[in-house]
């Protein structure tokens, strides 16, 4: 079998270089694109599709409609990281609130029966850089891990597709791990 490619659409992330080796470690290869130039749909080269975080407020429905539209339409797995994340459930309804900054690591509880979490324990330590938290899942969406500050730490689309995660996976052991998770159902 052909090595598995992700398609990492980067959102403006300080962390580009981090996401990308973390899934070449994991063992897909990875190409990259902006939000501003995301292809209409997928042509069968990518496997999954990874929306990378972002200093640009996820409420921007405009600039990211083409990045949506590819994401809710692609029958590949989908992992929005942080503003990744956040792009997805403010496109579906989500709402966001201020809370306060918090960088480093940062502990949350995980629910042990989904398989993005196969390979870490019921607390995880993770790495957030931010101050929007999601308080509540989307329709059609629900938490599936929370922490002190942030109700909707991780989430899953209810057809089990999408995935989304508060802190930045692509730091951090338990991070990857997660990305482990996430790999094993493309792979």
Excluded: W
């Excluded at 509540?136 to 597709?161: K, M, N, T, W, Y």
């Amino acid at each position: 079998m052909a090595q598995p490619r992700v398609l990492v659409v980067n959102n403006g992330t300080l962390s580009l270089h981090q996401l990308r080796r973390r899934f070449e470690e994991l063992g897909s290869a990875t190409d990259v694109v902006t939000a501003a130039s995301v292809p209409a749909k997928l042509d069968g080269r990518h496997q999954a599709i990874v929306l990378s975080g972002t200093k640009v407020r996820a409420y921007d429905t405009n600039y990211y409609r083409p990045l949506i539209e590819l994401v809710m339409t692609a029958d590949v797995p989908v992992f929005g990281i942080c503003g990744g994340m956040q792009i997805i459930a403010v496109s579906q309804g989500g709402e966001l609130a201020e809370g306060p900054q918090r960088v480093g690591g940062h502990q949350a509880e995980v629910d042990k029966d989904e398989p993005l979490f196969t390979f870490v324990k019921p607390t995880v330590t993770v790495f957030h850089r931010h101050t929007l938290y999601l308080q509540q899942a989307p329709p059609r969406f629900r938490s599936i891990g929370r922490s002190e500050h942030a109700p909707v730490e991780f989430l899953r689309s209810d057809d089990g597709r999408i995935f989304g995660s508060q802190a930045h996976l692509e730091f951090r052991d338990d991070g990857r791990e997660i990305l482990r998770g996430f790999v094993q159902l493309y792979q």
